[in-house]
């Protein structure tokens, strides 16, 4: 008999699995159809000996501390800080857009002050952002807008960024200074020896029972548990009552060459051309030394592995359906990126799964009371 059974070994699963377990002393197990624990963050060796990414790159940035500190609890860290060159106009260019960005693209000298009156004339002014579209051309206007933006999202998303919430391009700033830094959190890490040995040790406790290549429709009659945690599409848990929540998926075509460096990147971007969105070398991520080097190209397409919710209006409208039934089921609880239907980064999840955690031992003390007044 379980205390818990865990729908998915990614972030979500293996955080809550590892707290109800360790902290609160309850019996977990956790299943995963997929035949590996991590989730999308799951890496390993490939053929060549290089440790690569199978869900594409993972690169662990937070401003929060806890978060930090609670997987340093499972592995060390690797300073790393993420750089992204983008293919514009035949050049290779810093994105996020910043100072050196606009200077090479236009062959000019400005300094900052000077490329803050750049933006302010060519941005226009949209007065009540929306879109993804409007993000963008409120801060650097429409001809930036469509060199860097609208064919990547395009491509991406399938959809013009016209019809995107603005939250998906929201999430890369615009500089005026040099830095070139994908991400501006406090903490930008690589877990040293991998996700995957990070999750390894998260899950390494007797309480704990991990079956994989386990879907779990295929087990929940059988398999004895007084309460569920899911984290798998929300839409498909419910028999996709309300119809296919749209999910973004990507085809992954991995390469090894045979030469020690690839790109001048991590990530190169390539908004205006091929049919994939960007490549990454990994040895850049993982600061693994070999004489080869793998690499990773993103095609995106519709069907396949949900890997990113939608963010537009009609898909929060229907994802808020799917959520009220499971505020409706009793020890039934959903949590992670696609449970959610929230476009999360990894420490985000974390986050969440810890605030679930939390809200489970706040609700279990609220019983335990309850029953010891009706004792006494
Ligand atoms: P998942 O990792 O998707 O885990 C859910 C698990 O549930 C899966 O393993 C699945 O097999 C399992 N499952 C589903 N249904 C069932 C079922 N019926 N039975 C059994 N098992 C089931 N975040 C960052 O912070 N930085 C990045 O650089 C970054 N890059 C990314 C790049 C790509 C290409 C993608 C797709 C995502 C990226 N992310 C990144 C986001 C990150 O992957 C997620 O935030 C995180 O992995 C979500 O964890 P999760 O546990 O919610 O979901
Ligand atoms: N984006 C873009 N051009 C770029 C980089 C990003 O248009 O060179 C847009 C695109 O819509 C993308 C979104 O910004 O999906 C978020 O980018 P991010 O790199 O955060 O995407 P992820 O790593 O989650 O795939």
Do not use: C
């Not at 830095?179 to 999750?199: S, V």
């Not at 991590?266 to 091929?274: G, I």
């Not at 990113?308 to 499971?326: D, F, G």
Request: aromatic letters at 14%; proline letters at 5%.
């Amino acid at each position: 008999m379980y205390d818990y059974l865990i729908v998915g070994a990614g972030y979500a699963g293996s955080v809550l699995a590892e707290r109800l377990a360790r902290d609160a002393g309850k019996k977990v197990l956790i299943v995963d159809r997929r035949p590996h624990i991590a989730g999308n963050a799951y890496d390993h060796y490939d053929e060549a000996g290089i440790l690569v990414h199978k869900y594409g790159p993972h690169i662990f940035h937070t401003n929060s501390r806890e978060i930090f500190e609670y997987l340093g609890r499972f592995t060390e860290w690797r300073k790393f800080e993420h750089r992204v060159l983008a293919q514009v106009d035949g050049q290779l260019l810093p994105i996020p857009i910043n100072l050196d960005t606009i200077n090479r693209l236009y062959g000019l000298n400005l300094d900052s002050a000077g490329l803050e009156k750049f933006f302010e004339e060519k941005r226009e002014h949209v007065e009540n952002i929306r879109t993804s579209e409007d993000v963008v051309v409120n801060t650097v206007g429409r001809e930036l807008y469509e060199k860097f933006f609208r064919g990547y999202t395009r491509k991406q998303w399938g959809l013009d960024p016209s019809e995107l919430s603005s939250q998906v391009t929201a999430r890369i700033p615009t500089r005026t200074n040099r830095d070139d830094r994908y991400f501006n959190d406090t903490y930008q890490y690589m877990p040293l020896h991998g996700y995957t040995r990070m999750f390894e040790n998260m899950l390494d406790h007797e309480n704990i029972t991990i079956q994989l290549s386990t879907d779990y429709r295929d087990i929940k009659q059988s398999a004895e548990y007084r309460e569920m945690i899911y984290t798998g599409p929300i839409d498909e848990f419910f028999d996709f009552r309300y119809g296919k929540l749209p999910y973004r998926s990507l085809h992954f075509q991995f390469e090894t060459h045979d030469v020690p460096v690839f790109q001048q990147a991590p990530v190169v971007n390539y908004p205006m051309d091929h049919d994939y969105t960007r490549i990454t070398e990994f040895k850049y991520l993982t600061g693994q030394e070999h004489e080869k080097t793998s690499i990773v190209r993103e095609f995106p397409r519709a069907e396949g592995d949900p890997y990113y919710p939608i963010p537009r209006p009609q898909n929060a409208e229907l994802n808020a359906k799917y959520q009220a039934l499971v505020n409706d089921t009793p020890g039934l609880y959903f949590v992670g990126r696609l449970a959610s239907y929230k476009y999360y980064n990894m420490d985000q999840v974390v986050g969440q799964a810890l605030t679930l955690y939390r809200k489970i031992r706040g609700k279990e003390g609220a019983v335990a009371a309850v029953e010891a007044s009706a004792a006494s």
